[in-house]
């Protein structure tokens, strides 16, 4: 079969030099793109340099000094090390971690299950398909103001778990530590899945037909099919989806806040809502900015093996 | 090794009748093209064939088994798509092995059969890697290896050189027809592509607007097409054919065809044909093939309209009331505006029922 050697991709193989004009162009491109380029730098660079000058400081507004004199409070790495010792900061970090870990994966298979619902047709389908979608819609802060009423000893969630017991429960959710956690988990739960559920929907949609076709013609039963061809294939944007929740919980704060204000005590107190307290309450910045570096190297890291990720299947996996 | 039988197939979407009763047989081993312009019903037909489709009325035997009911996993059909639907989430090996791996054969058995398929099909070199970035002759190759690997009795192609470049679609032509010859399988080909469908099929099932024209081999849909519209679809350019009457002349009965003259007399048995047929009103038919273009004289009278010079041969368009094409020699000396007269070789003239636009044969 001589046809192997008409390959199309043999052309590829040719060595990529760049010719003269096309450099030329290149500078030009680089030349126009300057002054949005340094403007770009400006608005993202200079906070972050500003921010890091802070971090090394005692600095606060309260100093009755410009944030520009804080090397007067220079302390080189105190706030870091202070950091590594403060408990209220371990447990915010780890009770984020715990909203995290029961939140991510709830929101990913709730909404795997429903995406997989919906690539059949069924009757109401458009109808349930709004429903689902209304409260990630909802304002983060409407929609904690709602939970907060909800989960009053007195109030409906309590009225439906006595209906359906037959018993009279009244349940102190937000006054209680553990279960104030859990309503958060709830509330972030109810937000967010719709937003897992469009994108995975989206990706399963996007799986070609013709492969699921191919794959029951070669005998794969529904089970079969929805792991060796489906999953794989949205996996990209698995990724995509658990990276963007993952990183908004980190962020998790307005919701929470109206619900309990991170309590009782800190029972719910999560990293932003802590940093909220240090920069309104304590009023130390040069803290505040350490504590918030930590976190944007943190998330960076987190975005960048993402984007690895997308990368990695614009090259390879899909055709 | 299996022989399709669809009797009476009907399918309907909503009001729109793909497919009004198609009855035909697929012998066993035999390599058939469904052929038809877009929307004739020939991609129905397949997936009703691999099950992916149920039928509306009538039914598919596979030797003599219904199989209507039986899902289309379990109908043993291997399905070409027409864009491979390679999974490319996977290597090659993974693609091949995929079919004896989900009906739960032995790993053993799975690696043996791989083996096997990649040796014959000469993946063997690219076994491991990513099937996403391979070239389309392997792909097709790759899609073949893939269902052949279970044995199916039948398979079936979609348009799977629709997306392949003219100058490349040679080549995967015979790679495919020499592939065919190895496996014995019974195919069903589908296409639009008249070319592909005469090189490689054994027989030609011809469609339009859910009706099967003709069926027989590639040669004698080309000689002898059952009526006017496989004439027409049939050949490159098509079959000419002018409207006319017949008419006794002195040496015999022609056909009067108007400003273009009257027709040589037509063969005896062609003749006897006609006036057994009834109707007068005929539709004269030579292939462009068949003609001899003379300058003045006797034949059709007709005057040059263009001259389509395709290197090997040269396309004379003539027109008298209706355009007629004509094949000549590459260096064929007329130009736009000369009178010419063409001679139809007389074994090559075909006549068809004007109103029917049913063949009228002779012998």
């Known amino acids: 079969m001589s046809a192997t050697e008409i390959l199309p991709g043999a052309a590829e193989a040719a060595p990529r030099t760049i010719p003269p004009v096309d450099r030329e162009s290149r500078r030009l491109g680089f030349r126009l793109t300057l002054p949005t380029q340094l403007l770009v730098l400006f608005i993202a660079g200079f906070p972050l340099l500003m921010q890091l000058y802070i971090s090394l400081t005692d600095w606060s507004p309260l100093d009755g000094v410009g944030w520009w004199k804080a090397w007067q409070s220079w302390n080189s790495f105190a706030n870091y090390t202070d950091l590594l010792e403060d408990r209220r ?94 309503a958060v988990m709830i509330a972030d739960i109810w937000q967010w899945t719709p937003l897992m559920f469009l994108i995975l929907l989206a990706g399963l949609v996007g799986v070609p037909e013709d492969q699921l076709k191919a794959a029951t013609l070669l005998g794969a039963n529904w089970r079969q099919r929805f792991f060796t061809i489906m999953l794989p294939r949205i996996k990209t944007i698995m990724v995509i989806a658990l990276a963007i929740r993952v990183i908004e919980i980190f962020k998790i704060f307005d919701t929470l806040y109206i619900m309990t204000g991170g309590g009782p005590g800190v029972a719910t107190e999560t990293i932003s809502v802590y940093i909220y307290k240090v920069t309104t309450q304590d009023l130390i910045w040069g803290y505040v900015a350490a504590i918030a570096l930590v976190i944007l190297i943190a998330l960076s890291v987190l975005a960048v093996f993402a984007m690895k990720r997308m990368e990695a299947a614009k090259n390879g996996g899909r055709a | 090794m299996t022989t399709i039988r669809l009797e009476n197939l009907v399918k309907r979407f909503g009001d729109f009748t793909a497919l009004k009763t198609m009855d035909l047989e697929i012998r066993d081993g035999e390599f058939m093209a469904l052929l038809g312009p877009s929307g004739c019903g020939k991609s129905t037909t397949m997936n009703m064939i691999a099950g992916m489709e149920d039928p509306s ?116 032509r015979t790679e495919l027809k020499h592939l065919q010859k190895q496996f014995k399988q019974t195919m069903v080909y589908v296409t639009h592509d008249q070319l592909e469908a005469m090189t490689m099929a054994d027989r030609i099932a011809v469609m339009d607007h859910g009706v099967l024209q003709q069926v027989g081999t590639p040669l004698e849909v080309y000689n002898n097409p059952a009526n006017i519209f496989v004439a027409r679809f049939i050949g490159a350019p098509g079959m000419n054919l002018i409207a006319g009457e017949l008419a006794e002349t002195d040496r015999g009965l022609a056909v009067d065809l108007g400003s273009w003259g009257v027709s040589p007399p037509l063969p005896d048995d062609l003749a006897a044909a006609a006036s057994a047929a009834g109707s007068r009103a005929v539709q004269y038919g030579f292939r462009p093939e068949e003609a001899t273009l003379g300058l003045e004289g006797q034949g059709l009278r007709s005057r040059v309209t263009f001259v389509e010079r395709i290197g090997a041969r040269t396309i004379v368009h003539v027109e008298s009331g209706q355009t007629v094409k004509i094949v000549a020699e590459n260096d064929v000396g007329c130009s736009i505006g000369d009178d010419v007269s063409i001679v139809p070789a007389p074994a090559a003239v075909r006549l068809f029922d004007a109103a029917s636009t049913a063949a009228i044969r002779g012998g």
């Open chain 1, 89 to 182: 900061w371990w447990g915010a970090l780890w009770r984020t971690f715990i909203i995290m870990l029961v939140c991510v994966p709830a929101e990913f298979l709730l909404a795997l299950g429903l995406a997989t619902l919906f690539m059949d047709d069924f009757p109401g389908k458009r109808v349930f398909y709004s429903i689902l979608l209304m409260p990630m819609m909802v304002v983060p802060a409407v929609a904690g103001y709602m939970f907060f009423m909800l989960f009053q000893s007195g109030g409906p969630f309590n009225g439906i778990l006595s209906a359906l017991s037959g018993m009279d429960i009244k349940i102190a959710w937000l006054s209680d530590p553990t279960l104030a956690l859990v």
């Open chain 2, 57 to 172: 009325g009538g039914r598919i035997l596979f030797d003599g088994r219904d199989m209507n009911g039986v899902p289309m996993g379990k109908r043993g059909v291997g399905f070409v798509f027409q864009n491979y639907a390679i999974f490319t989430h996977m290597t090659v090996r993974q693609n091949l092995a995929y079919g004896p791996k989900m009906r739960g054969m032995s790993r053993s058995e799975i690696d043996r059969r791989v083996k096997n398929i990649a040796d014959f099909l000469q993946l063997t070199p690219m076994l491991d890697q990513k099937s996403a970035k391979l070239s389309v002759n392997i792909l097709q190759r790759l899609a073949i290896g893939r269902s052949a690997i279970v044995e199916p009795a039948i398979f079936l192609l979609d348009e799977p050189l629709s997306n392949v470049d003219a100058a490349f679609r040679a080549v995967m």
